[in-house]
T-cell receptor, first 116, second 114 residues
Framework: DTGVSQNPRHKITKRGQNVTFRCDPISEHNRLYWYRQTLGQGPEFLTYFQNEAQLEKSRLLSDRFSAERPKGSFSTLEIQRTEQGDSAMYLC??????????????FGEGSRLTVL | GDSVTQMEGPVTLSEEAFLTINCTYTATGYPSLFWYVQYPGEGLQLLLKATKADDKGSNKGFEATYRKETTSFHLEKGSVQVSDSAVYFCALLTTSSGTYKYIFGTGTRLKVLA
């Protein structure tokens, strides 16, 4: 168990460019979550998957944001036509639906996006 | 909608002082409640949890009791250490809409001075 892995750890881009982040969850976890965190704030829910199905997406999420989990394993979060307001830490987390699971979310270390 | 409200920081304490960080929630149904901690330069990690009313979660000397009547889950520690300096997040797991969504508070920064 290597934990939740996110790449890249830091991305600097110019306004208007597209960026993609990848998340590899803990291998046996079937739920995968994306959050956004800005300075001084708590994680803000973006979307989550159970296996390959995207079950909920925040109504606050612009249509420039899209997430996929094609085989129920890793996930990608793409932001198109980035804006300076997209600058934030993007967090991925995973959990298991096993009966014995405590409901704990396991977080990666995040991908920091800076839009110039 | 479901939400979590926690006291604003920063909280600055001397070593061995008593700590309380307040957290209240709004939720339909019966959420599970969590405290997560984020140490400098690290990712969020679970500190403790409680899944039903009157449950007490505890870990590393921290405790929190699920109080349904006051919709609260306050974090306490009897004697803080410098190594407890971190940001603490209260969170709930809501399943009221048939999905499993974790909602976090804004975080409370704790600084413990030697």
């Amino acid at each position: 168990d290597t934990g939740v892995s996110q790449n890249p750890r830091h991305k600097i881009t110019k306004r208007g460019q597209n960026v993609t982040f990848r998340c590899d969850p803990i291998s046996e976890h079937n739920r995968l979550y994306w959050y956004r965190q800005t300075l001084g704030q708590g994680p803000e829910f973006l979307t989550y998957f159970q296996n390959e199905a995207q079950l909920e997406k925040s109504r606050l999420l612009s249509d420039r944001f899209s997430a996929e989990r094609p085989k129920g394993s890793f996930s990608t979060l793409e932001i198109q036509r980035t804006e300076q307001g997209d600058s934030a830490m993007y967090l991925c987390a995973s959990s298991s639906t096993e009966v014995s699971n405590t409901g704990e979310l396991f977080f990666g270390e995040g991908s920091r996006l800076t839009v110039l | 909608g479901d939400s979590v409200t926690q006291m604003e920081g920063p909280v600055t304490l001397s070593e061995e002082a008593f700590l309380t960080i307040n957290c209240t929630y709004t939720a339909t149904g019966y959420p599970s409640l969590f405290w997560y901690v984020q140490y400098p330069g690290e990712g969020l990690q679970l500190l403790l949890k409680a899944t039903k009313a009157d449950d007490k979660g505890s870990n590393k000397g921290f405790e929190a009791t699920y109080r349904k009547e006051t919709t609260s889950f306050h974090l306490e520690k009897g004697s803080v250490q410098v190594s407890d300096s971190a940001v603490y997040f209260c969170a709930l797991l809501t399943t009221s809409s048939g999905t499993y969504k974790y909602i976090f508070g804004t975080g409370t920064r704790l600084k413990v001075l030697a």
